[in-house]
Every structure is written in C-alpha cells, then in structure tokens.
C-alpha cells in the first residue's frame, strides 16, 4: 500500500491551497475511509477532516468551513482543498487510510500508527 501526498507550497495567509493524496494497493479502495491530519512544529497530530466509504465528511472546528476533503474513486486519490489559510495550519500534511471505520471515527484515530495506513507527508506553510 502507498499513500503519496503532493500539492504542499509556502503560502501567504488568505491563500488557498489543495492538497493530492495517490493510493494504490488498497484493496477494494472505495471501502476504505480516508482522510488528512497535520502536525504542526512542536505540535501534536490533529486530524483536519475524513470521508467515509459512504462519502460522509467530518471535519474539527478548527478548520470548519474552511477545508474541504474529496475523493475521486476512479483515480484512487484523495484531495485536501484549504480555503482561507492563516499562519497557524502550517504543518506537514499526512493522509491516512483505514478499512472500515466511519468518518468520525477516524477523525480521531487516524493520528495513531495504528490507524491503518499513512503517506510520508506534505509541508504546507503560510505566512
């Protein structure tokens, strides 16, 4: 299994940014929930948003309104569209994958290593 992210760039605050997260190897993908969380520097991992097999999206209050998550099944990739950036989402971004769990769900578990599977990350920056 590989979860490749790209998209990440340095930024002015009120930006938008989207974010691209490639899967292969997951079988049976549309089963899968997936979704985004970042980790800022000297901070923990905050899940930013997760879409379930059902196409359900949950995101935190944090960036509400702000984030959108997709995912395109017949591409297998998972995108990460952020509206209104400001200085405090800079972070790497990481997507993460799970088999069977709902959307709110994994908003919290994804930070675990034991949530299922992770990509090595995007650096999104803004000032």
């Known amino acids: 299994v590989q979860l490749v992210e790209s998209g990440g760039a340095s930024v002015q605050a009120g930006d938008s940014l989207t974010l691209s997260c490639a899967a292969s190897?997951?079988?049976?993908?549309?089963?899968?929930?997936m979704g985004w969380f970042r980790q800022g520097p000297g901070k923990g991992r905050e899940g930013v948003g997760a879409?379930?097999?059902?196409?359900?999206?949950t995101y935190p209050d944090s960036v509400k309104g702000r984030f959108t998550i997709t995912k395109d099944n017949a591409k297998n990739i998972l995108y990460l569209q952020m509206n209104n950036l400001t200085p405090e989402d800079s972070a790497t971004y990481r997507c993460?994958?799970?088999?069977?769990?709902?959307?709110?769900?994994?908003?919290?578990?994804?930070?675990?290593?034991?949530?299922?599977?992770w990509g090595e990350g995007t650096q999104v920056t803004v000032s």
């Open positions: 993460a994958a799970s088999w069977d769990v709902t959307a709110n769900a994994a908003l919290s578990r994804m930070v675990s290593p034991e949530f299922g599977y």
């Open positions: 190897g997951l079988h049976d993908h549309i089963g899968y929930c």
């Open positions: 879409i379930g097999r059902d196409g359900t999206d």
